[in-house]
């Protein structure tokens, strides 16, 4: 059973950065694509980027240029590297897991960007 467990959500502040990981329990990872998503307060969740197995990125707009993603497959991990924060990247981010039909979602981390 694979398991997702995030970690880095903080309070920070505009124009600072942020790094987030998530790490996978299994041995379906490095075959998976993984993402990041979030859905702030009265809003739908929303893709913020994705990673595949051969580690071709995708980004959402609002986040093109100030957010990274990685993965590290030897430490089942995968991070999300935050910089230049807006006050609207505050949200619950959540880590997910793309193998075939199977997907899984982390318990989420919530990031808090003040003005």
């Known amino acids: 059973q694979v398991q997702l467990v995030e970690s880095g959500g903080d309070l920070g502040q505009a124009g600072g950065s942020l790094k987030l990981s998530c790490t996978a329990s299994?041995?379906?990872?490095?075959?998976?694509?993984m993402g990041w998503f979030r859905q702030a307060p009265g809003k739908q969740r929303e893709l913020v980027a994705t990673i595949t197995r051969s580690s071709t990125t995708n980004y959402a707009d609002s986040v093109k240029g100030r957010f990274t993603i990685s993965r590290d497959n030897a430490k089942n991990t995968v991070y999300l590297q935050m910089n230049t924060l807006k006050p609207e990247d505050t949200a619950v981010y959540y880590c997910?897991?793309?193998?075939?039909?199977?997907?899984?979602w982390g318990q989420g981390t919530q990031v808090t960007v003040s003005s």
């Open positions: 997910n897991l793309r193998f075939g039909a199977k997907i899984v």
């Open positions: 299994g041995s379906v990872f490095s075959l998976s694509t």
